[in-house]
């Protein structure tokens, strides 16, 4: 039994099960489901109950090492993505983190200026101008003036990114 008082550790090694789960994911075929109970029956675990993050952590794996996505099918499996699958998931998690940052940037409204130290403000309003930036960039009228703005498919740098957005900065007058 370990005791209670000592901080939480990584895990340096995978898990049994989680291999098995891996090996499994990995040879699936694109567009093809893998029910829970097929996964289930391999590792000897219930991913849909305490042992998901085994197949957390293989889908992970197969993201990272593989190039390999996989999309959960409520009550039913795991599906390999195809692109036009990839597509849809990207725009789900983008409507997620925009949902997000909004409900983020609501938040930080509640926050009493008036008993926060000069800090705590700062720290305040950095998290809703982040916030407010997120769901600004997260819109799907945003990300379609990035996809126009870009004449050949190519990774966009950030700061080629923000200067797509950055607002041009009015001429000021000549002193007299």
Not at 44 to 57: F, K
């Amino acid at each position: 039994m370990t005791d209670q008082t000592q901080s939480p550790r990584t895990i340096q090694e995978r898990s049994e099960a989680t291999k098995v789960v891996i090996n499994l994911l990995d040879a699936a075929e694109v567009g093809v489901l893998i029910p829970y109970s097929e996964i289930n029956a391999a590792a000897s675990i219930e991913v849909q109950g305490g042992d998901r993050h085994c197949l957390q952590t293989a889908r992970r794996a197969l993201r990272r090492e593989k190039k390999k996505l996989f999309g959960c099918v409520f009550n039913a499996g795991v599906k390999r993505l195809e692109n036009d699958g990839m597509l849809g998931a990207f725009d789900k998690r983008l409507v997620h983190i925009r949902k997000q940052a909004r409900e983020t940037a609501r938040d930080t409204t509640c926050f009493d200026f008036d008993k926060a130290t000069a800090d705590e403000k700062r720290e305040a309003l950095a998290a809703q101008a982040v916030a407010g930036t997120v769901y600004l960039f997260t819109r799907p009228r945003s990300r379609k003036l990035v996809a126009l703005q870009t004449k050949e498919p190519r990774r966009i740098p950030t700061r080629e990114m923000l200067d797509l957005f950055a607002k041009k900065k009015p001429a000021q007058a000549p002193e007299a």
